[in-house]
């Protein structure tokens, strides 16, 4: 790496810090409904919203919050599930493309709710601008909405005492689209464009090559879904190529303005928890865990893509990789992507060395909690720190206590739930893969490197991430089933424990802090939960991982 390379990713992770309490400290103040810079302008259009829905803001108890989301959602996916079956029929399908089958229709919806954006299709050539609009782009929203709503819950859980109400799902998902992800996206998606990214209805354009053959170019109203996939954690694609696509992503600008945005929000998140649970030091303190996580991960990713350049005699290992952005841009990128559930690309993953493709496969497989989705790293995090305080009861001998109250079975019951739904769909479906014809007819490569693209499949659609190795061809039904299925066990399985736990919690009185309490702000805690974490995922998927990319990283070496 070069000192230019160098340059650009410490400017990115400055820039990252220094927005972190800026946003972070916003978007507390949007949450606990005091005054901020959009509250008086955008009031009446949140208040017209309530009256429309016939939202009564009334705060609800754990059941009801859930069922609320739980409709919220299903109804999403029938929604876009039908839009899509219907796409011939509707209007802004200027390329007249026919509707997907009803098996990749349902995956793809299940997909865009969940927050996966797992993308089984090539976006120019499957789906209508209609669709891609109001289907997708609002989902992208309605998704990453979900997943602040449930930290919020969550938080209320932990602050709140003797009761048995968390909130409200419909007011809660409102003022995160209006107040934080459409002003953002909007200011966002005006910059894309400026920097050459498509926003136009125009149908496709025709063009002759200099070699005098006919080409197609793809158009659509691009910017503004990139704008809301990075900052919402969605990371689905316009286009099939995603963002190493000139009309995604045209610039270095624009590159990394995309990659600030998908850690932007989540990482400022830790921030808005921090001021939300009255301690800002609980906030940095996850931050600094995320934080060191990231680096871990950037530091292997860049050790083993340079380290292979120089065994190959290479100057860079440009496989799979754009040359407007280069090695280091595209590495980082794949931390990144995978630190978030993000999942958009600026590089063929398939190309990454194998210690590169574990780490993004590793980053998933921790539960997406190094900074993760928007709201959903967080509540993911809270999950591994109810584990940790437990963990150090037990080695101090005395009844586990967060924010002073008391952990006791059923929380304990709750995390470990959401920790493990994800890591059972990621082995066992894996391994029904590996062991059916259905299952490995799709790979297009055997080995070692034929069981890492499985892996990261069901990795990506448990994490809710949603990138691909792409060495596998997952439009199947074989496939679409499998990661539908696992799609929805990795949202929702999550979701269900956390709110159960966040009402259980939300009725324990509080006590007060003593001279014997294990304190979750200091950097004896952060390290012990940076512990649990790394211990936690490289016992579950260890074995897994040294069948695929440990094994193909030694084989390289030899």
């Excluded at 938080?155 to 007011?171: A, Q, S, Y």
């Excluded at 059916?436 to 991430?465: D, M, Q, V």
Aim: proline residues 4%; positive net charge; charged residues 10%.
């Amino acid at each position: 790496m070069n000192i230019s390379d160098f340059t650009q990713v410490v400017l990115f992770l400055l820039v990252l810090i220094i927005l972190t309490p800026l946003l972070g400290r916003y978007m507390a103040r949007v949450f606990l409904d005091e005054n901020h810079v959009l509250k008086t302008m955008v009031s009446p259009v949140e208040k017209a919203i309530y009256r429309l829905i016939s939202c009564k803001e009334e705060e609800m108890d754990w059941k009801k919050y859930t069922f609320s989301l739980l409709v919220f959602n299903f109804m999403g996916i029938l929604f876009l599930f039908l839009l899509q079956l219907c796409q011939n029929y509707l209007p802004l399908n200027p390329q007249k493309l026919p509707a997907p089958s009803w098996l990749l229709a349902l995956n793809t919806s299940i997909s865009f709710v969940t927050n996966t954006n797992w993308q089984s299709y090539g976006g120019e050539t499957a789906l209508s601008y209609l669709v891609q609009m109001a289907g997708l782009t609002v989902q992208n929203f309605l998704s990453a909405a979900t997943g602040i709503a449930v930290l919020l819950a969550i938080i209320r859980g932990l602050v709140r005492k003797t009761t048995n109400k968390i909130g409200n799902f419909w007011v809660d998902s409102t003022r995160s689209i209006l107040y934080i992800l459409l002003p953002l996206s909007i200011l966002l998606a005006i910059i894309l464009t400026a920097q050459g990214v498509v926003q136009t209805f125009h149908p496709y354009v025709k063009a002759t090559t200099l070699m005098g053959s006919e080409q197609i170019i793809p158009l659509g109203p691009v910017s503004s879904q990139i704008a809301i996939k990075q900052l919402g954690t969605n990371g689905g694609g316009f286009f099939n190529a995603n963002s190493a696509h000139p009309f995604e992503n045209p610039t270095p600008f624009s590159n990394f303005l995309e990659m600030l945005a998908i850690l932007l929000i989540p990482s400022a998140l830790t921030f808005t928890y921090g001021r939300l649970i009255g301690s800002n030091r609980q906030g940095w303190t996850m931050f600094l865990v995320m934080f060191t996580l990231l680096i871990i991960g950037l530091s292997i990713s860049y050790y083993s893509e340079y380290k292979f350049s120089a065994i190959g005699g290479l100057i860079n290992n440009m496989e799979g990789k754009e040359t407007r952005f280069g090695l280091s841009n595209s590495v980082l990128w794949s931390v990144l992507t995978t630190s978030a559930s993000n999942g958009s690309i600026n590089a063929m993953m398939d190309s990454l060395t194998p210690l590169a493709g574990m780490v993004a496969m590793f980053n998933i497989m921790l539960g997406e909690v190094i900074f993760g989705g928007v709201g959903s790293g967080i509540y993911g995090m809270i999950m591994f720190i109810i584990l940790t305080v437990f963990i150090a009861g037990l080695m101090v001998g005395r009844s586990p206590e967060f924010l002073g109250k008391k952990v006791e079975a059923f929380e304990v019951k709750m995390a470990i739930l959401a920790i493990l739904a994800p890591n059972l769909v990621i082995l066992a479906f894996s391994a029904i893969s590996c062991l059916t014809t259905a299952g490995i007819t799709g790979l297009n490569n055997p080995g070692p490197h034929g069981l890492s693209e499985i892996l990261y499949c069901f990795s990506s659609a448990a994490g809710n991430n949603g990138s691909a190795f792409a060495g596998l061809n997952s439009n199947t039904s074989f496939y679409n089933i499998l990661t539908g299925l696992g799609m929805v066990i990795g949202r929702f399985g999550v979701i269900i424990p956390v709110l159960a736990m966040a009402g259980n919690m939300a009725g324990k009185k509080t006590i007060p802090l003593s001279g014997g309490t294990f304190r979750t702000d200091t950097w004896l805690f952060g390290l012990l939960l940076l512990s649990v974490i790394i211990i936690v995922g490289g016992l579950t998927f260890f074995p897994a991982l040294s069948l695929g990319p440990l094994v193909e990283h030694l084989l390289l070496i030899k």
